[in-house]
């Protein structure tokens, strides 16, 4: 029984790759299905799962992220993407920069490394190793928010209440960049979830236009909303690009219908800190997050290197 057991654990041989010239992306990424090592391997799992999930026409299918790669130029790739999901679930910080860049705020590249007193002297915010010019951010973001939600407030189908997917719809349908992933969401009627929506610069200005305004923000609706999507859909499968609210989101409503059937994690976090952002899909497992016969896998890894290579692949963009 042991020999039999050794056999089979033994039988896929790892085979060194052999790189030529004009390569496609799916032709290296299929050269390396038996690299072995580390990320690499689960990349190219999680690559499979991502194509069952998306082929599954009976798996209702989330997208979540935060909003730090929303600043970074991953945020066209992921705006084109939405018409492949269901949902998406995400941070206040995603609408702050999607909607400065849908009107012309300019993000810059910078070091990590820079003198961040400095910056702060001369108004410029560092997101990691881009820099952001004050008025590119809040500014813009003010200013736009405030011409938007003035013109929803006039419509004549101004409800006083809305829900924050219900409020995100309304943004989408006002924007005319192409390459927000509000305005995809709206053309596309893939609601967008964002829990936390107060905890960012949008929900300021939430708060400062509900003080003068008969407008009220309802943040249980979309919980319900979750909630009745756990319920309703026997098949479920998400694309996780780092942790946070936005993950957690996702694997909590969907333990109530027994978990997760796919599953891909992308994160750069450590999962000895005891962080949601650092737990690894099989500690959701235990929770009942994802289901124990699941096809899930986490990558460790750069989102910005790792999601265009899946991506290419999958042929998705």
Request: aromatic share 12%; charged share 15%.
């Given at each position: 029984m042991s020999g039999d057991i050794k056999k089979r654990l033994l039988e896929n041989r790892v085979k060194d790759v052999r790189l030529r010239k004009k390569m496609t992306v799916r032709q290296l990424i299929d050269s390396q299905r038996n690299i072995g090592g580390f990320s690499a391997q689960h990349m190219i799992e999680g690559i499979d799962i991502l194509k069952s999930m998306l082929a599954d026409k009976d798996s209702f299918n989330f997208l979540s992220f935060p909003a730090d790669i929303i600043a970074t130029g991953l945020r066209g790739m992921i705006a084109d993407s939405v018409k492949y999901f269901d949902a998406i679930v995400t941070t206040c910080g995603t609408l702050d920069h999607d909607i400065a860049k849908a009107y012309g705020g300019k993000y810059s590249l910078g070091k990590f490394e820079a003198d961040d007193a400095k910056l702060h002297e001369m108004d410029i915010y560092r997101l990691g190793n881009i820099f952001i010019g004050s008025e590119q951010y809040g500014l813009a973001l003010e200013k736009y928010f405030a011409e938007i939600m003035g013109d929803i407030y006039r419509s004549k189908d101004y409800k006083k209440e809305y829900s924050a997917s219900e409020l995100l719809r309304e943004f989408g349908k006002r924007m005319t960049d192409e390459h927000s992933i509000v305005r995809q969401a709206y053309l596309n009627n893939v609601p967008i979830y964002a829990p936390g929506i107060l905890d960012g610069a949008f929900g300021t200005q939430l708060s400062l236009f509900a003080q003068d305004h008969d407008f009220k923000l309802n943040l249980i609706k979309d919980?319900?909303?979750?909630?009745?999507?756990?319920?309703?859909?026997?098949?479920?499968?998400?694309?996780?690009?780092?942790?946070?609210?936005?993950?957690?989101?996702?694997?909590?409503?969907?333990?109530?219908k027994g978990g997760l059937d796919y599953a891909v994690y992308i994160t750069t976090a450590s999962q000895y800190d005891g962080s949601l952002s650092g737990a690894r899909l099989t500690e959701a497992v235990s929770w009942g997050k994802v289901k124990e016969k699941a096809r899930y896998t986490t990558i460790d890894g750069d989102i910005t290197i790792i999601l265009p290579v899946m991506f290419s692949y999958l042929e998705l963009l």
């Open positions: 919980e319900l909303e979750l909630s009745n999507i756990s319920f309703d859909n026997k098949t479920t499968g998400a694309l996780m690009l780092g942790g946070g609210i936005s993950k957690h989101h996702v694997i909590w409503w969907n333990q109530f």
